[in-house]
């Protein structure tokens, strides 16, 4: 699994550490499970590090264990980094977001802040957006099936409580619904990887910022959709 940029293929970690045969005898003995876990958040914390495209001896190293025990762990490096997608980029999404987000006995703007605000805090960390764009690059299907299995729903559902809203109809083409919302949302990621990977900071507060855009967002969504049909007659 290669990214077509040579400039990210040739990319190499520097020389990890190597960890005392006490500590890999620990990891040894943990229960398999155990051992399951930390062999996988220690391969979140180093493709966030160094990209998908470093080879396995260097990541068994940076786990702290050798690569036999790594490869008795999981089968493979692809099913590794499944397991990272699994527990580390879509675990983390709550459910209850959604419950909350369709809640309409409390206002929408309140809704939309503090959704984002528990979205950046909770997701969008610094670790978090680092593997997102580097399984990016390397061409994982990371990016793509998080888009797929929980942001599709989620731009569903704020278009649709911003109609409801607003009294507007939800545009019946679902390309046109993704791509109002991602104006929020793309907003609300934008601004995460301007702090966490840019280091870029207007000095604002993360919740004035976050505000600043759903109060923009609600204030253009009259603009974009249709009337309801029995008021447009």
């Not at 762990?73 to 987000?101: H, M, R, S």
Request: charged share 25%; net charge positive.
């Amino acid at each position: 699994m290669k990214a077509k940029s040579a400039v990210l293929s040739s990319k190499r970690p520097p020389p990890a550490a190597k960890p005392a045969n006490g500590k890999r005898r620990a990891t040894a003995r943990l229960p398999a499970p155990e051992r399951r876990a930390q062999i996988q958040s220690k391969a979140f914390e180093f493709f966030s590090e160094y990209g998908l495209t470093a080879q396995t001896r260097a990541l068994a190293e940076a786990c702290g264990v050798s690569q036999r025990l790594l490869y008795s762990a999981f089968p493979n490096k692809a099913a590794l980094i499944n397991a990272v997608y699994e527990a580390e980029i879509a675990g983390p999404f709550k459910a209850i977001w959604f419950v909350q987000l369709r809640d309409r006995n409390v206002p929408l703007a309140e809704r939309l802040k503090k959704f984002y605000g528990e979205y950046y805090d909770t997701i969008l960390t610094r670790r978090w957006l680092r593997l997102f764009l580097y399984a990016s690059l390397a061409e994982v299907e990371i990016a793509p099936t998080y888009i797929a299995a929980i942001i599709g729903t989620l731009l569903q559902t704020i278009v649709e409580e911003a109609a409801f809203d607003c009294g507007r109809e939800v545009p019946a083409d679902p390309a046109l619904v993704q791509e109002i919302g991602w104006t929020l949302h793309g907003n609300i990621s934008h601004l995460a990887i301007r702090r966490h990977i840019y280091a870029n900071s207007s000095g604002m507060e993360v919740k004035d910022v976050i505000a600043l855009h759903v109060n923009a967002f609600l204030a253009i969504v009259p603009t974009v959709l249709a009337p309801k049909r029995e008021e447009a007659k």
